[in-house]
């Protein structure tokens, strides 16, 4: 069974890129199921309208993370659509749901979204314990994580806590990937982050004057703004046996438009 893990999608321009790309790429790879992260639709945030048309490019499930609920429309949405996924570790006074088991031909699949703790602006739920409570409660055998945090050594030592127990772990959030990709030691496949889908001139997705600006001590006088240009699509695939749940390989990938 062939996985698609895409990384953030950043701005309009991306998920215009993407409605292009990402069912050719699907069908080229002959993938079964696509996980999409998505919280930067809107640059930040993303809203219903922006998540329904991921599902339409090719996402069987959209991930979030720490914008999750940057755009107010946003809420209602995630109670009502089971395949939208935010942190499961944050309050469980947020609405929707960060983890869903879904049918495929090779059987359910187990999706978690989890998010870290090192760096972020708030206080999550501890995501190594969070994660122990889903995996006692799924009948899933293959099981994907999109752990979305900043540590580059948190990512990896919630994949190595959880080899042997799940079938794919892969970062997001910082929008840049790494070449790290391997299958661990007791069969879970592994990236540090999966990088970026959005404009290739750009800083995280966004025109590099603002970025630049923040960093020279410039207020922040309009809303981050994405790049102009062409885009680019990273991510990764992850061979899975269904059988077992372990993962056979790991590819990373980058698609330039």
Same mark, same amino acid.
């Given at each position: 069974m062939n996985i698609l893990a895409i990384g953030d999608v950043v701005g309009e321009n991306a998920l215009t890129f993407l409605r292009k790309t990402l069912w050719g790429y699907?069908?080229?790879?002959? *993938?079964?199921f696509c996980v999409v992260n998505?919280? !930067?639709?809107?640059? *930040?945030? %993303? #809203?219903?309208?922006?998540?329904?048309?991921?599902?339409?490019?090719?996402?069987? *499930?959209?991930? $979030?993370? !720490?914008h999750a609920f940057q755009k107010h429309t946003i809420l209602r949405a995630l109670d009502d659509k089971p395949a939208l996924l935010r942190p499961a570790n944050l309050s469980p006074l947020s609405p929707g749901a960060g983890w869903g088991e879904f049918v495929t031909p090779f059987g359910k699949v187990a999706v978690l979204n989890l998010i870290g703790r090192c760096g972020m602006d708030f206080g999550p739920d501890n995501p190594f314990y969070?994660?122990?409570? %889903?995996?006692?409660k799924l009948t899933a055998k293959i099981i994907l994580v999109d752990f979305h945090a900043e540590a580059t050594s948190e990512k990896a030592a919630l994949a190595w806590h959880l080899d042997g127990r799940i079938s794919? $772990?892969?970062g997001t959030h910082t929008h840049v990937q790494t070449s790290d990709a391997r299958v661990l030691p007791e069969g879970a496949g592994f990236i540090t982050d999966l990088g970026m889908t959005g404009p290739v001139d750009s800083i995280l997705g966004v025109r590099p004057e603002q970025s630049i600006g923040r960093f020279l001590g410039e207020p922040k006088r309009v809303p981050y703004t994405q790049a102009d240009g062409p885009c680019k699509m990273e991510g990764a695939i992850f061979e899975i046996d269904p !059988?077992?749940?372990?993962?056979? #390989?790991?590819?990373?990938?980058r698609i330039i438009g």
């Open positions: 699907r069908r080229l790879k002959a *993938v079964d998505g919280e !930067n639709a809107s640059v *930040v945030g %993303i #809203s219903p309208q922006q998540a329904d048309e991921l599902f339409a490019a090719g996402a069987d *499930v959209v991930t $979030l993370g !720490n969070e994660a122990e409570r %889903i995996l006692k794919a $772990l892969w !059988n077992t749940g372990k993962c056979l #390989s790991v590819e990373a990938l």
